[in-house]
């Protein structure tokens, strides 16, 4: 703090010597400040409402590939049904609807879910089309696995939604390839929050 008094003081004695006068000298440096807070001041009105927007009730869809067994899997069926205990709009999309012990208790919740197709591949390019038309009646939207990450990274360009995804495992093919990783990073830069389970899999994240 020391250092920027000082700053503002030899700034404030520059203008005082400039004008001759304190009082302009003062009114010009309060007018700098704010031009320099400018982009801090914006940024924190843009924080302010997207914290509003999620303080109120949301429509939220869970977007994975399929509720075969496993910990993503398992942790949709138990988190869509506690969203929606806390006022929120919830459903869940399938890239593959076919029926599984969790998806059929999912289904016993009264969640509301979207399948794109029954089997068939989870990186057929025609979900993006799909998707893009679903996810923009959304307020925010949580991929949860790979295909899932890319596809509705792809189908959100320029869709009013918040984007958020869950990084489940600490290896991942893709990261080696060289090639893509300017596309990964793409990919990962239209998310607004990225939610590593685990110090390890942050880690390995941000190798």
């Known amino acids: 703090m020391g250092a ?18 304190y009082g302009i000298a003062i009114i010009i440096l309060s007018v700098l400040l704010r031009i320099i807070l400018i982009p801090i001041t914006i940024k924190q009105q843009s924080t302010m409402k997207k914290t ?3 303080q ?3 429509k939220i869809l869970q977007v994975i590939t399929s509720l075969q067994v ?8 138990q988190l869509a049904p506690m969203l929606r205990n806390r006022g929120h709009d919830v459903d869940v999309l399938l890239f593959d609807g076919t029926s599984t012990p969790l998806l059929e208790n999912l289904k016993v919740t009264g969640i509301r879910i979207i399948s794109l197709r029954i089997g068939g591949s989870v990186y057929d390019l025609r979900h993006i089309f799909k998707l893009r038309k679903i996810i923009c009646n959304y307020d925010v939207v949580h991929a949860r696995n790979a295909a899932a990450q890319l596809f509705i990274a792809i189908a959100s360009v320029a869709c009013p939604v ?4 869950t ?12 090639w893509y990783r300017p596309f990964d990073k793409w990919m990962y830069g239209c998310y607004a929050r990225i ?10 994240l941000r190798q």
Do not use: D, P
């Open 195 to 204: 939610i590593c389970i685990s110090e390890g899999v942050e880690r390995s």
């Open 167 to 178: 990084e489940h495992n600490t290896s991942n093919r893709r990261r080696n390839w060289w």
């Open 162 to 165: 918040i984007l958020c995804t």
């Open 70 to 77: 496993g910990g993503a899997e398992k942790l949709i069926t």
């Open 4 to 21: 920027i008094s000082n700053i503002f003081g030899y700034i404030l004695n520059w203008l005082y010597e400039f004008f001759n006068n």
């Open 52 to 54: 509003a927007k999620l």
């Open 56 to 58: 109120e009730q949301m």
